[in-house]
């Protein structure tokens, strides 16, 4: 419902993973209703049904990348928009019962992603531990709690769950990983403006050539609107024709970024808007041109050529 | 006055050459006072002290190339707008006082553009005549017919008016060479569309760096605007820094050609609006698309955008 | 050992998946010694150490998107080089024991992606099966073939190597959907061009703005080079910095894609070389021009700049 | 001859013209045979028939603009071309048989662009004198010194030539006015480049739609090759196709400007190389990148390329 503020959270379970982790650093959701879905389309679905408000799940990681089924689902399933974005740090711990020491470590349970993002710190310090796929980071914490493993690489909010002592911190390889998170609402009008905002687009190109790509970006470059992010996405019909997922500085309420979804509009096949909302400021460079600024511009623009096409000259 | 159509005419002089031949294909001006001036800053003088509605001047030759003085008046003179092209052909014509044969003839009279545009036809008539400069090709008419010269270069107009006989027609060089005029008056709001325009633009970019060009090529491509001709003027100050005269197709009326002028004005150190015109069909290829379709692309692109600024997705 | 053929192997397993199944495809692999790895880095680290001539690992999905894992280790490892694409359709299967109706079907065994690219299909077709998470598709087949599962979904590779009964074939909601991989071995001459080739890069931009991009697109523009493929991928170090892969039509070899590619290392930040190799023509378009006809036209244009240097002008 | 300096010039006469006080400057003119031409094409046709090892003709003007004439003849004529610039201040004097007060001076004579560019100094100081339009500044100089008229606007070598009482001196409008003028011969290697180098080039493009000319300069832009100048000029067929006259900084003998030309060539309808020269450096901003830095950049990108080709990655 508009205007009333979103209290049924849905994220990417199980619980005790980076999802969680992020959910709760929006404050109306650790006071609200928070439940575990078992994967992103389940997660979105439930937001399509009603029987969310929102759900949180990842779109790309600084190591892994992009998040394909949340792409694929936004891009292709019923319309949603993201209203928020959150970006966390990719934090492992090593986590064990109680305390042992590192050369005592014989097996280590891991998702597969975990594993490859901590290769270099587990080659260095238990070199001779077994490494156990499981299916999540929380499944884990799970094992090593229940004996099954002698450790487990998990995520720090998974350990203190299941009272797991941590043996090491911070032993992911890259130590500025981060993992990128987005909140998905129901079609609304997107939160104003904040001055430092981001708006995401699916764009669909009839052609897979330089000229049509080169025609999108002339789009946003005349603007003056940045482009932050560009991927190519199989659409699921052949390898070579693609939807872009573009993310640009500014927001949908801005004359600039307003002009240029026009544009694209115009001379794409398609363009799904998907959402308009506050960049994470302290994950990235410095923030872009006020929106006042470049409003202004455009205002300008606009009344100049108002006296022109009334003959007023100067 | 707005509204009133114009009957005081103002043409770049003498009588009897290509200007006043041109003037006389609008009919208004064939009906109305017509007066010729010494030069291109006379006649326009002329119309911005009120003392005629609107002046008839030449803007570019398919032979000679741009006519600066006009360009440059119009660039940084009083401001006024071009509101008719009419483009004729460049047809010269010799005629002397009476029939004679061509070996006979020791003296030609022709202003130097004319006789430039004839050269390779009097090489090979009147190989032995002496070519004599003189001010206009109505000067050359008035001195053939006076017996001063053997024979004149002059324009067919020129030629009957002053009784000469035709020795030969159609002498240029280049069979199809044109010249285009503009109708120029004081500001006011231009002609409606015609659904084939031309916008004639002064642009003034801060940089003479290929990129700050580029930059204003860009915001014609990504409208979809052809540009039909492209100069660069020196400004008057020095070589290096120029002005661009540019002529697009379409009308500023229309919303592809106003979203351009818009970007210009916003990237641009200056820009001057010369005026939207009904293009001179009979001297151009096909026509761009017509005005509706495009502006249709633009009004549904423009209520695309409100519904997704009302949170009202497809 | 340059010249010698590649005999030996390694692919992401475990065996009985997609990665198997395409690396038959390969006659010299058929022939030759194939082992699987537990991870993608795991088998490119074989290769880098000697231990096997080519690894073949996924690249890209048709549903799922990139597989950010190998990307990564193609940018940011030691160098390696793709001598060879394969794309294979995704087929999946529902296999099991022995024969069973669909509604007697309680538990299905399935790898997340599987799971997710037959979700439609599992809903239509055994609402009421719980769906059990499991590590791989070859894992899934083994469940079912131990009776731990009433089902599984399987590539049909998987279900003969493990004698289940294909209860249904085709099972994917995406009928044409297409799994990409690469065969990778350590740096050599490129594979001379088939005339049909593909060339792969990883090119650092040093700033995230729409301008770099805008220029990098334009080096290959210029060109006459078509861009398949880009994707924007985080460097690990920021969100915000990106290395961008692209797939370009062409070869090495050819003077078109040698000067874009030289252009790339003026302007970039970095630039890495993955490969030139033949395209896997059946999964895509029609073929770009062949390399003779653009050769042709780059060593027309280079005599003709000697001939001007030389002062020889036609 | 190669490598005879040339000895032998012609320029656009009459004597005591702008076109002979910018021959003065070159040394090797000052002291060799000058001789004058009664129009651009007689000029230019001297070379052509090897009765002059050079022309000096006007290419543009500060305040007129192009010279039609001259860029005619280059583009179109047999090949000739540029290899020296010449860039002198426009100065008028105002000339008269002896002393005599301006509101004394009845009658001035000039040529008709003179006039155009002292427009302002005759209304503010002799408003009341006729203005008689002749054919030359020299024929105004002569006029006035047989005492036709009270005055002349003249050239300094002019008036000085014909013993005229200077009136006035910098009686021009725009004081900082210059005529850019081409010292033009015979094909044969351009000057070795002297690190600030000027080229000029007639380009023919297909259509004249924005998308060509915007490909043109990309093909610029992209080896940071700058523009200096851009003049579409009508190719004398119809209006609306055009050549383009394009000058650039650099020298054809250098990597980023020859691979420029060979883009141009592959792209246009035809290409005419009109020289490469050193730039009359006072006249302009501050010089372009030294030769050799961009060179070495050419260099270092194609020694990359052959790595990359023999297999030799880092």
């Not at 043996?167 to 609304?188: C, E, N, S, Y």
């Amino acid at each position: 419902m508009p205007g009333v503020p979103p209290s049924r959270f849905v994220y990417l379970g199980p619980e005790g993973t980076f999802s969680e982790q992020a959910l709760l650093t929006i404050p109306a959701a650790a006071k609200g209703n928070r439940a575990p879905a078992r994967s992103v389309p389940e997660a979105l679905d439930a937001v399509r049904a009603g029987d969310a408000d929102a759900a949180l799940v990842p779109v790309e990681n600084s190591v892994g990348g992009q998040v394909g089924v949340t792409l694929d689902e936004l891009a292709n399933g019923e319309p949603l928009v993201i209203t928020r974005e959150v970006v966390i740090p990719v934090e492992f711990v090593l986590g064990a019962r109680g305390p042992v020491a590192f050369d005592a470590i014989r097996s280590v349970a891991a998702h597969s992603q975990a594993a490859a993002q901590c290769r270099r710190w587990l080659r260095d310090h238990v070199p001779d531990a077994v490494v156990v796929d499981v299916l999540s980071n929380a499944t884990a914490a799970i094992g090593a709690a229940a004996g099954e493993y002698d450790a487990a690489i998990c995520v720090p909010l998974g350990a203190s769950r299941k009272g797991l002592t941590v043996l090491a911190d911070k032993i992911a390889d890259h130590p500025d990983g981060v993992t990128r998170f987005a909140l998905v609402a129901r079609p609304g009008p997107p939160p104003p403006p904040s001055g430092d905002d981001v708006t995401s687009l699916a764009v669909y190109i009839s052609h897979d050539r330089v000229g049509a790509l080169l025609a999108v970006l002339m789009e946003f470059a005349v603007r003056g609107v940045n482009l932050t992010r560009i991927e190519s996405y199989p659409t699921g019909e052949r390898l070579g024709r693609y939807v872009f997922f573009l993310d640009c500085s500014g927001h949908v309420g801005e004359a600039r970024v307003g002009e240029a979804l026009q544009g694209l509009r115009r001379i794409c096949a398609d363009v799904r808007f998907l959402g308009s909302y506050p960049r994470a400021q302290a994950h990235y460079g410095p923030a872009s041109p006020t929106v006042s600024a470049a409003d202004a511009d455009f205002a300008d623009s606009a009344a100049w050529l108002a006296r022109i096409r009334a003959g007023d000259l100067p």
